[in-house]
């Protein structure tokens, strides 16, 4: 178990990495080459001034681009259209100021800057994917990948995989290093990798980071397949005729000469990690601040009612299953930890994934008022800070109940985890059955927005004073 984590966690890692030079360097290439529009412009008309002029056109149309989603994966660099209607936006976003009085303005520079960015930007991206290709087929960066087809279907599937001229069968793609295949039923090949039943034990043995299914497969079967792929950090590309299943999301791609589409975990990706984990920072920040006297007053009550430590730390999982210390005031007897085994029938969910009590014995007169109130959660603000909450996304569990979910539960791993959610928000302790408390959860991931966030905070906010589903 604690293997596949320490896998998923590392895959998930070069993944993000990979992402982030991408979009680094896309970013990088793509301002250099507006500043070459711009000496063009300048060229062409002349215009000796307005440099900040520039500097925001050349700001609004990086954004303009990050808008028609210019940075996304697979098709959407290539993308013509995407790079044009990107650069009109930015010139608008950067013209608008200009119609104040007294600002400045140059139609004539503005306009070729415009034409000039976008034939730039579309000849940089044509030669951004030739330099990368020719470093594929060099063996640089390939991702290593194992493939889902028949043995008969080896051969052609390999060829479709290659951009190039169709020749024999190769062991590289344009894109991935194929380490072997393995078949979807449970016939004998002996030059396969294994089956269907035994692909985890094929993924461990050979660390790759993608599965091409390349061919015709039961919906269940291939749900299975890419929830097992997802707990472990490792891509999904399906060809048709191959079905979409499962609860993520569809990307259109290519992979070599196939129209494919990756599969995505519900999880998020990096332009929404980046955004989410800035609104945590401010906000925590801000919270931090507003909470320190309250947090020295509670700290105080905690000490003249029972003796032992105001905090109660406790080692709880997040994102990717890597385990870390969680902090909260404690609102129990010292001995808590140790008497609830004792108390484990008393559990009102029925099972060990999660655990509480309305009427727990061991908590405190000052610990039940904290409870009421949600305060005994405000030191998570400082793990918010520290990177292993956010403030809003699934409670983190803690390492004992994630020994028995099985693999759809391990959606509330793929982000991280957070100090409010969709649980607390829609009736908290009220809700028993743990597979709507991961349904709630699975969707809200799905559906991730800055917007949803912020609604789950203003509702935190009336469950709190509430106390509905607080215990």
Same mark, same amino acid.
């Given at each position: 178990?604690?293997?596949?984590?320490?896998?998923?966690?590392? =895959?998930?890692?070069?993944?993000?990495?990979?992402?982030?030079?991408?979009?680094?360097?896309?970013?990088?290439?793509?301002?250099?080459?507006?500043?070459?529009?711009?000496?063009?412009?300048?060229?062409?008309?002349?215009?000796?001034?307005?440099?900040?002029?520039? *500097?925001?056109?050349?700001?609004? *149309?990086l954004v303009g681009l990050?808008?028609?989603g210019s940075?996304?994966?697979?098709?959407?660099? =290539?993308?013509?259209?995407?790079?044009? %209607?990107?650069?009109?936006?930015?010139?608008?976003?950067?013209?608008?100021?200009?119609?104040?009085?007294?600002?400045e303005m140059n139609v004539g520079f503005t306009a070729v800057f415009g034409l000039a960015s976008m034939a730039l930007l579309i000849v940089e991206r044509q030669v951004v994917d030739a330099v990368v290709h020719q470093a594929y087929m060099r063996g640089f960066g390939l991702r290593r990948a194992i493939l889902v087809c028949r043995a008969p279907e080896v051969s052609d599937v390999m060829v479709g995989l290659s951009t190039g001229p169709r020749g024999a069968r190769r062991a590289q793609s344009d894109d991935q290093y194929i380490v072997g295949y393995v078949t979807p039923e449970d016939t004998r090949d002996p030059e396969a990798l294994g089956t269907l039943k035994t692909i985890q034990a094929v993924l461990n043995a050979q660390d790759v980071s993608e599965v091409v299914v390349a061919t015709?497969?039961?919906?269940?079967?291939?749900? %299975?397949?890419?929830?097992?792929?997802?707990?472990?950090? *490792?891509?999904?590309?399906?060809?048709?005729?191959?079905v979409h299943a499962g609860r993520g999301w569809a990307e259109l791609t290519h992979v070599g000469r196939w129209p494919a589409y990756q599969l995505h975990?519900?999880?998020l990706e990096l332009p929404s990690l980046v955004l989410?984990?800035?609104?945590?920072?401010?906000?925590?920040?801000?919270? *931090?601040v507003v909470a320190v006297p309250i947090m020295v007053l509670i700290g105080?009550?905690?000490?003249?009612?029972?003796?032992?430590p105001i905090f109660f730390k406790q080692r709880r999982v997040g994102l990717g299953g890597r385990e870390f210390m969680m902090w909260k005031f404690r609102s129990m007897l010292s001995e808590a930890e140790g008497r609830r085994d004792e108390i484990a029938h008393l559990n009102p969910y029925g099972d060990g994934r999660l655990f509480k009590l309305r009427e727990d014995p061991r908590v405190t007169s000052v610990g039940r008022l904290l409870r009421r109130f949600s305060l005994d959660e405000l030191p998570q603000l400082f793990n918010i800070l520290a990177g292993h909450m956010s403030l809003v996304g699934p409670r983190p569990p803690l390492p004992s109940e994630v020994k028995i979910y099985e693999p759809r539960h391990y959606v509330r791993l793929s982000v991280v985890p957070g100090l409010t959610g969709p649980w607390q928000v829609n009736g908290r302790n009220l809700i028993t059955d743990f597979e709507e408390v991961v349904r709630l959860e699975r969707d809200y991931i799905e559906s991730w927005s800055l917007r949803s966030d912020l609604e789950i905070m203003v509702r935190t906010?009336?469950?709190?004073?509430?106390?509905?589903?607080?215990y």
């Amino acid at each position: 178990m604690r293997v596949r984590r320490e896998l998923a966690h590392r =895959r998930f890692v070069v993944s993000l990495i990979r992402q982030a030079v991408r979009l680094v360097s896309l970013h990088a290439l793509d301002a250099v080459t507006l500043v070459g529009a711009a000496m063009i412009a300048w060229n062409i008309t002349a215009f000796d001034g307005g440099r900040r002029l520039t *500097v925001a056109l050349i700001a609004f *149309v990086l954004v303009g681009l990050n808008v028609r989603g210019s940075y996304s994966p697979g098709e959407a660099r =290539r993308d013509s259209q995407r790079l044009v %209607t990107g650069v009109l936006i930015g010139v608008l976003l950067a013209v608008i100021p200009t119609t104040l009085p007294g600002a400045e303005m140059n139609v004539g520079f503005t306009a070729v800057f415009g034409l000039a960015s976008m034939a730039l930007l579309i000849v940089e991206r044509q030669v951004v994917d030739a330099v990368v290709h020719q470093a594929y087929m060099r063996g640089f960066g390939l991702r290593r990948a194992i493939l889902v087809c028949r043995a008969p279907e080896v051969s052609d599937v390999m060829v479709g995989l290659s951009t190039g001229p169709r020749g024999a069968r190769r062991a590289q793609s344009d894109d991935q290093y194929i380490v072997g295949y393995v078949t979807p039923e449970d016939t004998r090949d002996p030059e396969a990798l294994g089956t269907l039943k035994t692909i985890q034990a094929v993924l461990n043995a050979q660390d790759v980071s993608e599965v091409v299914v390349a061919t015709s497969v039961r919906n269940d079967t291939l749900a %299975t397949l890419a929830e097992m792929c997802f707990e472990q950090g *490792v891509r999904v590309l399906v060809i048709p005729p191959a079905v979409h299943a499962g609860r993520g999301w569809a990307e259109l791609t290519h992979v070599g000469r196939w129209p494919a589409y990756q599969l995505h975990p519900a999880r998020l990706e990096l332009p929404s990690l980046v955004l989410k984990r800035a609104t945590d920072l401010v906000l925590a920040s801000i919270g *931090v601040v507003v909470a320190v006297p309250i947090m020295v007053l509670i700290g105080a009550c905690i000490k003249a009612e029972t003796r032992g430590p105001i905090f109660f730390k406790q080692r709880r999982v997040g994102l990717g299953g890597r385990e870390f210390m969680m902090w909260k005031f404690r609102s129990m007897l010292s001995e808590a930890e140790g008497r609830r085994d004792e108390i484990a029938h008393l559990n009102p969910y029925g099972d060990g994934r999660l655990f509480k009590l309305r009427e727990d014995p061991r908590v405190t007169s000052v610990g039940r008022l904290l409870r009421r109130f949600s305060l005994d959660e405000l030191p998570q603000l400082f793990n918010i800070l520290a990177g292993h909450m956010s403030l809003v996304g699934p409670r983190p569990p803690l390492p004992s109940e994630v020994k028995i979910y099985e693999p759809r539960h391990y959606v509330r791993l793929s982000v991280v985890p957070g100090l409010t959610g969709p649980w607390q928000v829609n009736g908290r302790n009220l809700i028993t059955d743990f597979e709507e408390v991961v349904r709630l959860e699975r969707d809200y991931i799905e559906s991730w927005s800055l917007r949803s966030d912020l609604e789950i905070m203003v509702r935190t906010l009336g469950v709190v004073l509430s106390g509905k589903g607080a215990y």
